[in-house]
């Protein structure tokens, strides 16, 4: 099987994961993937995609790839995994002078307003909680750093290093954010069609298994995510 012309790849903007700079793909995700198509001498553009259609072409019935990706349970079925190309933290950000103190995910019923992504699995973890009182934005996490600071949103859920690098790419000061609490752990993997072949991801997950092994991965994760933490 030629995986050059058979394998789409796909990626959705979140940074430092993945990102597109004056037409460019750039991130963490995005090194560590062409890392992995050398190891295997593939060749693939990148195409940068809206996060639901990123969804629903992993739907189809192509050989396709999307990055990056939390795996939860509600999609462990429905795709087939390489991973983890990171660790990350899913946390709480207030205002860094916010007089909010979160000591469990139930403090964070009582304030007015959370920002989410629609479709992001923190969105749909807090939904699954019972939390109404989220304001989810349909696109992606830009505006969301914003609106914390300007009084909009009283906590802001996201990936650590996400809301970090989100923050800066709006000319935010990463120390204007604190981390009121950390909810729990959310490794970032790579998702592929079910209808990839076994052996394409066979061969995806032992290239990155090779990074781990000889550093490369390492390497690349301290390229992107050094001081990339807000101040808790």
């Known amino acids: 099987m030629n995986e050059n012309a058979s394998l789409k790849l796909y990626m959705s903007e979140y940074p430092p994961f993945c990102y597109t700079e004056a037409g460019e793909a750039k991130g963490l995700a995005v090194d560590a993937v062409r890392s992995i198509m050398n190891d295997l001498n593939l060749e693939s553009p990148i195409l940068s995609v809206p996060w639901k259609r990123g969804l629903r072409y992993l739907e189809g019935d192509t050989s396709s790839a999307l990055f990056t990706i939390t795996r939860t349970a509600e999609r462990e079925d429905r795709y087939k995994w390489v991973g983890p190309i990171s660790l990350a933290r899913l946390v709480l950000f207030a205002k860094h002078d916010a007089d909010i103190v979160i000591n469990s995910l139930d403090d964070a019923r009582k304030v007015r307003r959370i920002g989410t992504v629609q479709g992001y699995s923190a969105e749909k973890y807090l939904k699954q909680k019972g939390f109404t009182n989220l304001v989810s934005n349909p696109g992606d996490q830009k505006s969301n750093p ?52 076994d052996e394409i991801v066979r061969r995806w997950q032992n290239a990155l298994d ?23």
């Open 146 to 197: 914003v609106n914390l600071l300007r009084g909009f949103l009283d906590l802001w859920m996201a990936v650590d290093v996400v809301g970090t690098y989100t923050a800066e790419l709006q000319g935010i000061n990463p120390n204007e954010l604190k981390v009121v609490y950390v909810v729990r752990d959310q490794p970032k993997y790579i998702a592929f069609s079910r209808s990839t072949p």
């Open 210 to 232: 090779g990074m781990v092994d000889d550093g490369r991965l390492a390497k690349i994760t301290e390229k992107w995510l050094t001081t990339r933490t807000a101040s808790r």
